[in-house]
């Protein structure tokens, strides 16, 4: 079965540093998203990616962030300069459309 | 906004027993409500949903119910099996390809 993967598995980086979120979604799929869980709490939606746009945003999804689709298979989110509560897990999702999400495994990013 | 409430937080149960998860969504124009099973470190994954159209939908020990009216849907997990423990999340979405919103979770454990 096809699977949405997600690189690195684990990122170390300084406050102030940029990094990058990479994810491949299931390539049939039309819509693309990323979700954000600081451990133990619940699933934060960032942002929706369609037809080479984003559909929508959260509050969380401020200026400091981005998403890009630099190819027709990956799908990337920055983060400009990171801040200590940037610290989550960051998973991308992706559906054909009206269908369930199918979740990557998740980056676990760490901000020191 | 939209919001989904979800409770309890946590849940012990003998196996054997049964166990349900509710959860009350804002959005009215909700129509799509699936269950996610998250195990600590992994990713959610899907175990059953159902659309508006739909009051029950159940799968082997697995069912879900929806009450439009009272805007609210719970999830019962029946002959429960230590490896049902794990985060349990009901999520709420309003368009075809829309943000999924997630409930805040729920903490299963079945104790053997």
Redesign the interface.
Known sequence: EPEVTQTPSHQVTQMGQEVILRCVPISNH??F?WYRQILG?????LV?F?NNEI??K?EIFDDQFSVERPDGSNFTLKIRSTKLEDSAMY?CAS?P??S???????TRLTVT | GENVEQHPSTLSVQEGDSAVIKCTYSDSASNYFPWYKQELGKRPQLIIDIRSNVGEKKDQRIAVTLNKTAKHFSLHITETQPEDSAVYFCAGRSIQGGKLIFGQGTELSVKP
């Open positions: 039309l819509y998203y709490q619940k699933v934060e939606f929706s369609y559909s929508e959260s998973f559906t459309g009206d369930p999400l199918h979740f990557g495994n998740g």
